[in-house]
């Protein structure tokens, strides 16, 4: 697939999406934004594919909403900004949600600055592995809003509230090593070896059953919200469906004739 602002390669199942606009910081405008949700929605149809590692080309990770969008929207015709700022949102919750959802592990390669949406983006992936030049800065704050990419959703889900809070209300940058200590970072590594590091984790967390990952992720993903029973009866759902899978009776066959061999 051919794109000019992102860039989606494939290696032995492990997709690497890098955003490409390295001269803006790779700040999210709305055509970089189209490619996103087209990559996004592509690695998750394909089946070959059995994780995602996102990074950013250049310096940066990603500096966030694009500042001439920003000016774009603020000089649209008055009766026009509400119905225009609620249409951009929806792509960017979507784009998030494609991001958080994807039924493969997803990998945040932070290379540089993620700032605004871009450390939103970063939240919105399974783990998130840092160079020891990465920062990040919810930065909304400085221009009159709020965090809108997932960020008061899953900011909390790592750093506890009232640290939420603090980093969300300051807007202030956090380095690679508060970041590790603070468990916005799940790994912190070597710039020359962060994208290695990435793809290397994907792998291993990704050679199991693709179909029990799937449904574990899920669930996993709504465990905060749903009563202990309603996760169970989830888990009750999914085992089925992996009774049935290719999968486990491979797994259980090859178990089988392994035990029988040493008889």
Not at 142 to 161: A, C
């Amino acid at each position: 697939m051919s794109y000019s602002l992102i860039d989606l390669q494939v290696d032995a199942g492990i997709a690497t999406l890098t955003l490409n606009r390295p001269d803006k910081r790779n700040a999210m405008s709305d055509a970089m934004r189209t490619e996103f949700i087209d990559a996004l929605e592509h690695v998750t149809a394909d089946k070959a594919i059995r994780a995602l590692v996102l990074t950013g080309a250049g310096k940066g990770f990603c500096a966030g909403g694009d500042i001439a969008g920003m000016e774009k929207r603020m000089n649209a015709p008055a009766g026009e900004v509400g119905f225009n700022g609620w249409h951009r949102q929806q792509r960017v919750h979507h784009t998030q949600m494609l991001l958080h959802t994807m039924p493969k592990p997803v990998i945040a390669a932070v290379n540089g600055a993620a700032s605004g949406l871009g450390a939103d983006t970063a939240l919105a992936c399974d783990f998130i592995i840092a160079s020891e030049w990465a920062s990040f800065t919810w930065s909304y704050i400085h221009r009159g809003i709020i965090p809108d990419g997932g960020g008061m959703y899953f900011l909390p889900r790592r750093v506890g509230l009232s640290t939420a809070k603090e980093l969300i209300f300051t807007g202030r940058k956090v380095d690679a090593d508060e970041a590790l200590s603070l468990g916005i970072v799940d790994r912190k590594t070597s710039a020359d070896q962060l994208l290695a590091s990435a793809q290397a984790w994907a792998r291993e967390l990704s050679k199991g059953s693709a179909t029990a990952l799937a449904l574990s992720k899920t669930i996993l993903n709504q465990t905060f919200e749903l009563p202990a029973q309603q996760v169970f009866a989830q888990g009750s759902q999914a085992q089925g469906i992996c009774y049935t899978s290719t999968e486990h009776r491979d797994s259980v066959m090859a178990f089988l004739s392994k035990a029988a061999s040493r008889e």
